[in-house]
């Protein structure tokens, strides 16, 4: 079966630029994940989506937000980029909300802000 | 914070078997372990999780001890392609998956 697709898988973008970068789940599966990835960090958790509704949610700024669509797709916005936001994110998605039957991740959006 | 304490590092030879520790001495009793896996590049990949039994499935062993303050994954043959990342995550059911540092498994031919 298809696993998680994120696209892009690489982007550049300027400072004060948006960016969006989206996540089609496994089919079937409801809740989404994000994650952000960096060398100095590591893995941290943006948020967490299950039936179009956030339920979890990370500590990282307001210029970071995410919805989710009737369909489990879902898409991250990053308003007024920084430096600082280059990064590997990384979506995952699950059957149900929480992380009982293991997290599926794609490949991930590499980020380069410039 | 991540709950958990993992060697930074550990070296294995290829086919042998890899054990890798985890403590986590203040979990709770609804907490699971989880362990997931990053090869170079990749999304982290789902390995095993148990809540207090020993768990097997097709790519590892989960062992908890009974007090379950610790716990230890076992790759029963490991090849160069479990040269990784692994991760273990204490968590409860319905909170996020929370990364620590993990261990940089090195498996050498």
């Known amino acids: 079966k298809a696993g998680v697709t994120q696209t892009p898988r690489y982007l550049i973008k300027t400072r004060g630029q948006q960016v969006t970068l989206s996540c089609s789940p496994i089919s079937g599966h409801r809740s989404v994940s994000w994650y952000q990835q960096t060398p100095g960090q590591g893995l941290q958790f943006l948020f967490e989506?299950?039936?179009?509704?956030?339920?979890n949610k990370g500590n990282f700024p307001g210029r970071f937000s995410g919805r989710q669509f009737s369909n489990s797709r879902s898409e991250m916005n990053v308003s007024t980029l920084e430096l600082g936001d280059s990064a590997l994110y990384l979506c995952?998605?699950?059957?149900?909300?929480?992380?009982?039957?293991?997290?599926?991740f794609g490949s991930g959006t590499r980020l380069t802000v410039v | 914070d991540a709950k958990t304490t993992q060697p930074p590092s550990m070296d294995c030879a290829e086919g042998r078997a890899a054990n890798l520790p985890c403590n986590h001495s203040?979990?709770?009793?609804?907490?699971?372990v989880y362990w997931y896996r990053q090869i170079h590049s990749q999304g982290p990949q789902y390995i095993i999780h148990g809540l207090k039994n020993n768990e097997t499935n097709e790519m590892a062993s989960l062992i908890i001890t009974e007090d379950r303050k610790s716990s230890t994954l076992i790759l029963p043959h490991a090849t160069l392609r479990d040269t990784a990342v692994y991760y273990c995550i204490v968590e409860g059911g319905s909170e996020k998956l929370v990364f620590g540092k993990g261990t940089k498994l090195t498996v050498n031919p």
């Open positions: 995952a998605s699950s059957l149900v909300w929480g992380p009982f039957e293991g997290y599926t």
């Open positions: 203040t979990i709770s009793g609804n907490e699971y």
């Open positions: 989506y299950f039936s179009e509704t956030q339920r």
